[in-house]
């Protein structure tokens, strides 16, 4: 069955979806993504000591904010009221890279995917901006979504890549 396309109407037109007769649910949403660093970078970050202060807590707040804020960055999104959103870190030293996951939900009639991936993208490149005076080849890459749950589709779970 293939699906349709739901941000057109019958002309073509780009629209928001109509989302007025959906029951409110509980949605929740997680993705994540990596940044490639090189050894000074990394050592930078796991140590503190970068010139520009806290990265990863900057990073953290930075991709809250950006959540929340996903509706006025993405033309079809609505604005909804986030009732969590975290950001957390994994340091993989063997592959200098820095992992992040947002994590969102909201009691509403629309999905956060876009609220998760819009704060895992902000987050990594708050690291980049942080980060760029020491290296300037760092590679984000791998942002996807793992899960989400609530809403008409149901539950999704990415399989193994």
Not at 82 to 107: G, H, W, Y
């Amino acid at each position: 069955m293939e699906k349709e396309l739901t941000h057109f109407d019958e002309k073509g037109n780009a629209v928001m979806v109509d989302v007025s007769d959906k029951e409110v649910t509980s949605r929740m949403a997680i993705a994540t993504g990596r940044i490639k660093v090189n050894e000074a970078v990394f050592k930078a970050i796991a140590e503190g000591t970068v010139k520009k202060g806290d990265v990863l807590g900057v990073a953290r707040i930075a991709g809250i904010m950006a959540a929340k804020k996903t509706w006025e960055l993405i033309p079809m999104c609505h604005p909804l009221m986030l009732t969590k959103c975290s950001i957390e870190f994994l340091l993989d030293e063997k592959q200098l890279e820095v992992e992040a996951s947002c994590l969102v939900k909201v009691n509403g009639k629309t999905g956060v995917e876009m609220e998760a991936l819009t704060g895992v993208n902000v987050a990594l490149l708050t690291i980049y901006d942080m980060c760029k005076a020491i290296d300037k080849s760092m590679v984000i890459k791998e942002i996807k979504l793992l899960e989400k749950q609530g809403g008409k589709s149901g539950h999704y779970r990415r399989s193994e890549d």
